[in-house]
């Protein structure tokens, strides 16, 4: 697996993720063009660089990927993930995508607070910006709430 970042040339924000194919590759089975596909069609599910990349008119050109650590063990991947966001967030406070430190969830109720935590940061991120959440995703962010309570 690979450890990768996104640099929104633009923003100057950044988003990490990890993939087991090549984020460098063009090919449309590699987790950039997953990423380009997602943004142009608006369905990104990071928020923050979705509003961003419409905000600020990105294009591909806009976005830097590049790799930060090569030939993770799966098992290892997660933490080495949310460790460089945590150094990314300390490095560089508010410019960090990632609205959440992905972690294990031990049960429903984390899985819940967590959905919780997101709503509350993608919410700050927004009005932080000048942004805000239409009406429309308030309104998807608490059918999906209720259904997620329902589990």
């Not at 943004?39 to 990104?44: E, N, P, T, Y």
């Amino acid at each position: 697996m690979q450890i990768y970042r996104i640099t929104n040339n633009k923003t100057g924000m950044f988003y990490i993720g990890k993939t087991y194919t090549d984020v460098r590759s063009d090919g449309s089975d590699s987790r950039k063009y997953s990423h380009l596909l997602d943004l142009r069609a608006g369905k990104h599910d990071n928020q923050p660089l979705q509003m961003d990349w419409i905000r600020h008119n990105c294009s591909e050109d806009d976005l830097l990927f590049d790799v930060l650590v090569e030939d993770v063990h799966v098992e290892e991947a997660g933490d080495i993930e949310t460790d460089l966001i945590m150094e990314y967030r300390e490095k560089f406070p508010g410019k960090v995508y990632n609205v959440i430190t992905p972690r294990k969830t031990a049960n429903k109720y984390t899985t819940i607070q967590m959905r919780r935590d997101v709503h509350t940061e993608v919410r700050q991120f927004c009005n932080a910006r000048g942004h805000s959440i239409s009406g429309m995703t308030e309104v998807l962010w608490m059918n999906y709430m209720s259904s997620s309570m329902g589990e």
